[in-house]
């Protein structure tokens, strides 16, 4: 038995779900865009319980005072396109004896109907518990006074370090007084390192070592456990990835389809050295696909790559390329 495990948007369905429902409130992709920043700006301070991703938490509020409910979200999410090659490559995958999983931060309602549509079943899907009937269950008016103040400020302020202090201010003082409570204990973001949890937590029920694991990831979300990967010898894979990702794999896939990756697939279950192979078809593949071999890269090969990746990005991603 292999095991690969796959972030779910970006390498296998570009759409980002959560963005997508929240730009059906009024103003909703500002304020998606203004919490995805605060996101990177919380997650690259190291701020202490907080995780890559955890902008799942932070839009909550505003979607509950904009009555978005759970069929919001598997309408949003049944137009979800998927990636190119992406469906064949992972029945190829299953019919060649690899366990696929899937490790993303995506609410439970987006990450299951798009694993079932790849032929992941919900039982191999790490994902974000989103309880939201249950959240509307703690509203008060109050509260949605408090949310609605801090959602004018979002869109009336546009010095970012001021409105940053704001949103300290609501989400680790003012939010916690309300019946909500602690959005962040309410709604678990599967992002950073709890995705480094949830990889260990699968290898080990199979016995595994993650020096025998390929990871595939292209964010903020992933960087952890691309490292995590990587460190321990085995492959990790960046597909179209962003800044945040790239330096921690050691191979970087980029493209409009995501077949190839089917190559090194083929190459571990053979016992090839898949590093060489990466270096091997870099030569070969420099377009569409490209393929870039990360290990021992150095700081201008990391940016070119990054570069390239950002093109990538947006033409398989459009407007949630531009998110962390």
């Not at 896939?253 to 083929?266: K, V």
């Not at 590093?275 to 021992?296: F, G, H, K, W």
Request: hydrophobic share 45%.
């Amino acid at each position: 038995m292999n095991l690969i495990c796959f972030d779910l948007e970006g390498p296998l369905s570009p759409q980002d779900n959560a963005y997508e429902v929240t730009s059906l409130v009024d103003n909703g992709e500002v304020i998606f865009e203004t919490l995805s920043r605060y996101d990177d700006f919380l997650a690259l301070a190291g701020r202490e319980n907080y995780e890559p991703g955890d902008t799942l938490a932070l839009i909550v509020p505003f979607l509950l005072i904009h009555g978005i409910t759970e069929k919001d979200i598997t309408d949003v999410s049944s137009h979800a396109m998927i990636v190119a090659g992406a469906k064949d490559l992972i029945a190829k995958l299953k019919a060649h004896n690899w366990d696929v999983h899937i490790i993303s931060t995506s609410y439970e309602q987006h990450a299951c109907q798009i694993g079932a549509s790849l032929g992941v079943p919900s039982d191999h899907i790490a994902c974000t518990r989103f309880d939201l009937p249950g959240l509307y269950g703690r509203l008060a008016e109050d509260d949605i006074a408090c949310i609605r103040c801090i959602e004018e400020d979002i869109l009336n302020i546009d010095d970012e370090k001021e409105i940053f202090k704001k949103l300290d201010n609501f989400y680790f003082r003012e939010l916690k007084e309300t019946a909500l409570g602690d959005i962040f204990s309410q709604v678990r973001v599967i992002g950073g390192r709890r995705k480094v949890q949830a990889l260990e937590e699968i290898a080990a029920s199979h016995n595994i070592a993650l020096n025998e694991v390929i990871v595939v990831g292209d964010s903020i979300t992933d960087f952890a456990m691309l490292r995590r990967v990587r460190d321990a010898g085995g492959i990790a894979i960046v597909f179209n990835g962003n800044e945040y990702a790239v330096p921690y794999a050691n191979i970087a896939l980029c493209g409009t389809d995501i077949g190839i990756l089917w190559e090194f697939a083929q190459a571990c279950t053979r016992g090839d050295d898949v590093i060489e192979l990466s270096r091997m078809m870099e030569q070969e593949y420099r377009d569409d696909p490209r393929i870039d071999c990360l290990v021992d890269a150095d700081a201008d090969k990391i940016a070119a790559v990054v570069e390239v990746h950002k093109r990538f990005r947006k033409l398989v991603r459009g407007e949630a390329a531009k998110l962390g």
